[in-house]
């Protein structure tokens, strides 16, 4: 398979189409698709491309849902609008809060199904934590979200949406023709580390981030865009190329047996190859540095010699080591690290020169930290079937 080749998954995406009324949702096309829809129903193509513009203005740039307050648009046109159209994202089920102003979202999308957005403040920026599927394929031994079944992907507009939802939590669209907020809004950084693998659903999550860095828009830029990847290696190269943000990769071992039993897509695309082709990675520099995601399992990953290894691993790379002591789940296989453990490892790391930040762990009271999404539908169904099984119910 060469570097630019697709990765199919039997994985399905659905339709833009909305069940009720067969209106189209907006949301979510490009511009060149944008104006191509409107086109198809009835626009004229001259005046296709600045309608296009207009449109996505409102809905990117100020965060608009209502034809009807698109005052730059005819009447007559608007109602056009109205009539095949709708600018619809995904619906917030419930919102907590934690103690350290981590905000987690449940929210629905078409089909019933549930998706956790996590939204992390902190001194000089704010991240939200953004999915890209309904579950995840990737059975991570040590991620909670992975022990969900996939069910699909995300759309375009399921994606992009959870970044307005998140604006309208934190009220952050400017009025109606001001400028965007610039480098001090609220939302200032997104990452692609929610629930589901980015680069098995390539096409979508590509979209959405250019919708996401448009300047007309969103208008985040590509160094404020961290994309995680477990290592789908065929993927890597057309990260830089068609979205051009910044590339993290969840490494957690110095080994292949380890790897192999932590992150079993190892098994497919091994350690050596994985290298290869961060090596290769287009955008790497050292003002852009590729993110090595380790997570600290005691005494599986955390020794010094695994240290030792990681650094001659990297070798070569322009990187940082982002350590992540395990934040522990119900019936998870691991424990964390001890801090003196954790500490050692990052000096190891630093005195080679790599930054290693360890992470602090964020929103563990309200189940939004690093590896532990799983949507409150899924944790129900399990709950019930635990039930059923300790009292017999089930048989």
Not at 196 to 207: A, T
Not at 347 to 371: K, L, M, Q, T, V
Request: hydrophobic fraction near 35%; include cysteine; glycine fraction near 8%.
């Amino acid at each position: 398979m060469t570097a630019s080749a697709p990765i199919t998954q039997d994985v399905h995406t659905i339709p833009r189409k909305l069940p009720e009324g067969g209106k189209i949702n907006l949301v979510g096309l490009t511009r060149d698709a944008l104006r191509s829809v409107l086109i198809e129903h009835g626009t004229k193509e001259k005046q296709a491309k600045m309608r296009a513009g207009q449109i996505w203005q409102w809905i990117y740039q100020w965060g608009v849902r209502d034809f009807n307050e698109m005052t730059n648009l005819s009447k007559a046109f608007r109602a056009e609008l109205d009539e095949k159209f709708v600018v619809e994202i995904p619906e917030v089920v419930s919102k907590q809060v934690s103690v350290d102003g981590t905000r987690k979202y449940l929210v629905r999308i078409a089909g019933g199904h549930e998706v956790e957005v996590v939204y992390i403040p902190e001194e000089d920026r704010g991240t939200l934590c953004v999915s890209s599927q309904v579950g995840c394929t990737l059975t991570c031994s040590f991620c909670h979200t992975g022990t969900q079944k996939l069910v699909r992907n995300l759309t375009a507009g399921e994606i992009v949406g959870q970044i307005m939802m998140a604006r309208d939590d934190l009220d952050e669209w400017p009025t109606p023709g001001e400028r965007n907020l610039g480098e001090a809004r609220l939302l200032s950084n997104i990452v692609l580390m929610g629930m589901g693998e980015p680069l098995y659903n390539f096409e979508n999550v590509r979209d959405a981030m250019n919708i996401a860095m448009d300047p007309e828009g969103i208008s985040l830029s590509r160094r404020r865009i961290t994309l995680s990847t477990s290592g789908v290696v065929p993927e890597i190269a057309r990260t830089a190329e068609e979205i051009g943000c910044l590339l993290a990769v969840s490494f957690h071992a110095t080994t292949d047996e380890v790897r192999d039993q932590l992150v079993p897509i190892n098994k497919r695309w091994n350690i050596e190859a994985l290298l290869e082709a961060l090596r290769a990675y287009p955008r790497v520099s050292n003002s852009e540095r590729i993110t090595f995601e380790y997570v600290m399992l005691n005494g599986v990953n955390d020794s010094k010699e695994d240290a030792h290894r990681l650094v001659e691993l990297i070798k070569g790379i322009p990187a940082k080591v982002n350590l992540i002591p395990f934040n522990e789940w119900p019936g998870a296989p691991y424990t964390r690290s001890s801090n003196n453990r954790i500490h050692a490892f990052a000096d190891i790391i630093h005195a080679a020169g790599y930054s290693s930040p360890i992470r602090r762990p964020r929103g563990e009271d309200i189940f939004a930290a690093c590896g532990q999404l799983k949507s409150a539908t899924e944790r129900q169904r399990k709950s019930k079937k635990q039930i059923e099984a300790e009292t017999g119910l089930g048989n």
